[in-house]
């Protein structure tokens, strides 16, 4: 099972409406290494969602609940999309500063591709990721 950190600006969507909607589609995906990183995704995958913005921060926790289909509101059949699950909240929000200060993520692409917006997680930066967010 593979582990992600999506990437999504609170005003546009945030935790808050995952978690009130138990489920969502995750759009508007652009950058084609987001894209192929997306397509990569499969039923049961763990994801940390990261409030962008002035929060910066990890925040909460999710799963792929429906693989890589095309997106039905693009013409583009390059556009794709994924259903994901609210899990839960995070103890405490890991913020980019933290994350930046710790070793342990030095060659993660959050710190290294700091616009992409699908990133990739090996299971040593998802375990240091719940263990700075207290979980």
Not at 43 to 60: L, M, Q, R, S
Not at 98 to 108: E, H, L, P, V, Y
């Amino acid at each position: 099972m593979a582990k992600w950190l999506l990437k999504t600006e609170p005003s546009e969507y945030s935790l808050d409406q995952l978690e009130r909607a138990k489920r969502s589609t995750w759009d508007g995906v652009s950058n084609a290494l987001a894209l192929k990183h997306l397509r990569s995704m499969a039923v049961g995958d763990e994801i940390a969602i990261y409030h962008t913005g002035d929060e910066k921060a990890a925040v909460g926790l999710a799963k792929v609940v429906k693989a890589t289909y095309p997106d039905p509101k693009s013409d583009d059949a390059k556009q794709v999309v994924v259903d994901i699950a609210f899990v839960s909240r995070l103890k405490k929000p890991v913020t980019l500063a933290t994350i930046k200060a710790d070793k342990r993520f030095a060659n993660w692409a959050l710190v290294k591709m700091g616009r992409l917006s699908v990133v990739p997680t090996d299971e040593a930066q998802w375990i240091a990721l719940l263990e700075l967010a207290g979980q």
